[in-house]
């Protein structure tokens, strides 16, 4: 019995020996590496700090509630400056003309195409007396059947054609089929000025009034 009483007492021991180093195997790396990192962790606090930052950089926080409010400058309008030495706006006026069997309402300062005027070259200066009456904003002056005196007076800038027109001709059961295409020689002017109508009569809106 004491035998048995022996092999029973030690191998409870034996089994704790062994369950004891076993924990001791796995236990020694996580201490050691546990000690590895905060050593790191300590070297790069030390390292962080070594060096503090001046008073003179130093920046303060504050909360939203806190913060200052920067100051806005307002901004200052430029003072507008009136021109006073602007020149009066014409008066526009215009005036119907006949060139050679057609009328044209022109426009000092824009350009017309007109039929071909023979004989006239490109910078040519012409003057159209054929003015059958000169209007404005406030005043009209009719010709019976022209304005005396008046006349407009306009510059050549180019000799052309105008576009094509096809001319078809066709008679049915006569194998007859004509297509010709013409282009119409044409004038291009531009109106200078127009000058010699305020010597006739003119009537305003205040005669017309009158008048009814």
Known sequence: MATLSLCSTSSPSTALSKNQTFLNTLSVPKANSNVTFLSHSFSSLNLR??????LSSFVPK??????????????????????????????????VVMVGSRQYIV??????YTQRLKGANVNDKIILNKVLLVGTKTSTWVGKP?????????????QLKDKKVIVFKYK?????????????????IRIMGITGYQDS????????????
């Open 49 to 54: 700090f070594s060096k503090p930052n001046s």
């Open 62 to 95: 504050y909360s939203e509630s806190e913060a200052p409010v920067a100051e806005v400058e307002a901004e200052q309008e430029e003072p507008v400056v009136e021109a006073t030495n602007l020149e009066p706006k014409r008066e526009e006026i215009f005036a």
């Open 107 to 112: 426009f000092p300062g824009r350009y017309i």
């Open 146 to 158: 022209v304005v005396p005196n008046a006349t407009v007076h306009a510059v050549v800038e180019e």
């Open 172 to 188: 049915k059961k006569k194998n007859y089929r004509r297509n010709i295409g013409h282009r119409q020689p044409i004038t291009r």
């Open 201 to 212: 009569p003119a009537v305003t809106l205040a005669d017309l009034e009158a008048a009814k």
